[in-house]
C-alpha cells in the first residue's frame, strides 16, 4: 500500500531528475552562445550594452511621442487640464460645448474662424452726438430730431411730414431710401440741416425767458410750450383752449 512517506520520496525524486534536465539543456543552451559570440568576436559586454541601448531608445521615443501629443494639443480643458487635438472622438468636456473657442491653446486663436461683423454694424448708418431738428410744432415751436422716443405733439401723427423743417424732408427720404451708410454722407447731411435750421431760427428757438404761450383758466399757472408739459396740460389732445389771446 503506498503511503504518504513513499509519495513525498517519489515527488523529490523526480524532482531532482527535472532538475538535472533543465540543468543539461541549459548548459547546451549556453554553449551555443558560447560558440557563436566566439565566431562574431563577441563579448558580454557588447551584448550588456546592445540592451540598454534599446532600453534607452525606448524612453527617448516615449518622451518625443509625448511632445508631439503636446504639440498637436488644439484645445484644453481649464478645469483639469486635458488637451484634446481636436481630432476623433471629443472628449466629455468639451462634446456638448456650442463654442469651442474659449477651449482653445494659445496659438490656436489665430487659426479660428473670424466672426463676420453684420451689415447693420457698418460704420456710418448711425451718427451719434447731438443731432439737428429734423420736426417742429407750428403751434408751439418745439422740435425734435427724430431720435428716440416722440413728443406728445408728434407722437400720435400718423402723417408727420407736416412738421417737418426746411431740408428735413430730404434727409428723412435719404434714410428711408438707405442712402445715408457712409460716415462722410452723413456729415454732409448734417451740414445741410444745420443751415437749414439756422435759416428758421427765431420760430419758438430763442434763448432765455420765453414769453407765456398757454395759461390754465383755473390755477393760472402758464407754460411757454418750451420743455416738458406741465401736468394740467401734458394729457390734453386739443391745447387750443390754453392758448393765451
Excluded: C
Excluded at 427724430?146 to 427720404?173: M, N, Q
Amino acid at each position: 500500500m503506498t503511503t504518504l512517506e513513499s509519495m513525498q520520496a517519489k515527488i523529490k525524486k523526480l524532482e531532482q531528475q527535472a532538475e538535472a534536465l533543465i540543468a543539461k539543456q541549459s548548459s547546451g543552451v549556453i554553449e551555443k552562445i558560447r560558440k557563436l559570440m566566439a565566431e562574431h568576436g563577441l563579448k558580454a559586454a557588447d551584448i550588456e550594452g546592445h540592451a540598454s541601448g534599446k532600453r534607452g531608445a525606448k524612453k527617448v521615443g516615449a518622451k518625443t511621442a509625448d511632445k508631439t501629443r503636446d504639440a498637436a494639443a488644439k484645445y484644453r480643458d481649464p478645469k483639469s487640464g486635458a488637451t484634446w487635438s481636436g481630432r476623433g472622438r471629443a472628449p466629455g468636456w468639451i462634446a456638448t460645448a456650442k463654442n469651442r473657442d474659449r477651449f482653445l491653446v494659445d496659438g490656436n486663436t489665430a487659426a479660428a474662424k473670424v466672426t463676420p461683423v453684420s451689415k447693420g454694424k457698418t460704420a456710418g448708418n448711425y451718427v451719434r452726438g447731438p443731432q439737428p431738428a429734423m420736426y417742429q410744432d407750428p403751434k408751439s415751436g418745439a422740435t425734435w430730431s427724430g431720435r428716440g422716443r416722440a413728443p406728445a405733439w408728434i407722437a400720435e401723427t400718423k402723417d408727420r411730414s407736416k412738421f417737418l423743417i426746411a431740408g428735413g424732408a430730404e434727409a428723412t427720404v435719404a434714410a428711408n431710401a438707405g442712402v445715408v451708410g457712409a460716415a462722410s454722407k452723413a456729415k454732409t447731411a448734417v451740414k445741410k440741416t444745420s443751415k437749414s435750421v439756422k435759416a428758421t431760427a427765431g420760430m419758438g428757438q430763442r434763448k432765455g425767458p420765453q414769453p407765456a404761450m398757454y395759461r390754465d383758466p383755473k390755477s393760472g399757472a402758464t407754460w411757454s410750450g418750451r420743455g416738458r408739459a406741465p401736468g394740467w396740460l401734458a394729457a390734453v389732445s386739443d391745447r387750443k383752449k390754453f392758448l393765451i389771446d
